[in-house]
């Protein structure tokens, strides 16, 4: 996963336009408002989405509280476009009782780079969903690291992804993630190596706060704190 190679967000064998009726079958709306109320975002909150993608979970969060800065990272041209079009949409619309507020701003750029794409020691929050499962594990490492770096001291970390699928069934479903994504980069994961990465990139209180059972395995989210 470098500037010139990464997993697009709906896998290896499928367009970005079928990206969000994939991600629905994970019971999105549930772990996304789980991710919102593990955020938390206030006014002048900074909140990095890493690997937005099409944008659902910044357009989510710049909708809770509209004066929090939201910025969305991804790499690709493609679905940032789409998330332009999305958030686009959500402010014809208006906003939660009026309040004032714009959209989130979209940026170019890798995971690994967050800190450089947005500034190191920046963001109060930073946040990321379904994106590490797809990563190689030295790009896992890369990515956390980067995190970190981007978050001001006591900033807070929330990740929603694929965690360890403890069941029969979990493990079953998640072969089709695994079909999409290849074993190589998702089977860390499902043994759950998420937990450790995390606390050897440096963050503390490391937890897995929630479990959501799905179509294509279980999801987990994890939150921990920038010392």
């Known amino acids: 996963m470098t500037e010139r190679s990464f997993t697009p967000a709906a896998g290896r064998f499928a367009p970005v336009r079928l990206y969000d009726p994939v991600v629905a079958l ?7 408002s789980l991710v919102a109320m593990h955020v938390a975002p206030r006014p002048e909150d900074v909140v990095v989405d890493v690997g937005c993608g099409t944008g659902s979970l910044a357009v989510l969060l710049n909708r809770v509280e509209p004066r929090a ?5 991804d790499p690709d041209p493609e679905a940032l476009a789409v998330a332009r079009r999305k958030a686009a949409a959500v ?6 009782g009026g309040t004032p507020g714009g959209t989130p701003e979209w940026r170019i750029g890798m995971g690994d780079d967050v800190a450089a794409v947005v500034g190191a020691g920046t963001a109060d929050t930073v946040v990321s969903s379904l994106v590490l499962h797809q990563c190689p594990v030295p790009m896992k490492r890369a990515v956390l690291a980067a995190m970190h770096e981007t978050l001001r001291p006591g900033g807070k970390l929330v990740i929603a992804d694929y965690g360890k699928q403890r069941t029969a069934a ?3 479903a998640f072969r089709f993630v ?3 994504d290849g074993k190589a980069d998702t089977q860390p994961n499902a043994d759950g190596i998420l937990p450790r990465l995390i ?3 440096g963050f503390e209180n490391v937890r897995e706060s929630e479990t959501v059972a799905t179509l294509t395995g279980s999801l987990s989210l994890y939150v921990a704190r920038r010392p």
């Not at 800065?69 to 990272?73: A, K, N």
């Open 69 to 73: 800065t939201v910025i969305g990272v």
């Open 26 to 32: 994970t019971r999105e709306r549930l772990w996304r």
């Open 170 to 172: 979990m493990r079953l």
């Open 91 to 96: 402010l014809a619309g208006g906003t939660p």
């Open 178 to 180: 695994q079909l999409a």
């Open 199 to 201: 606390a050897e990139a």
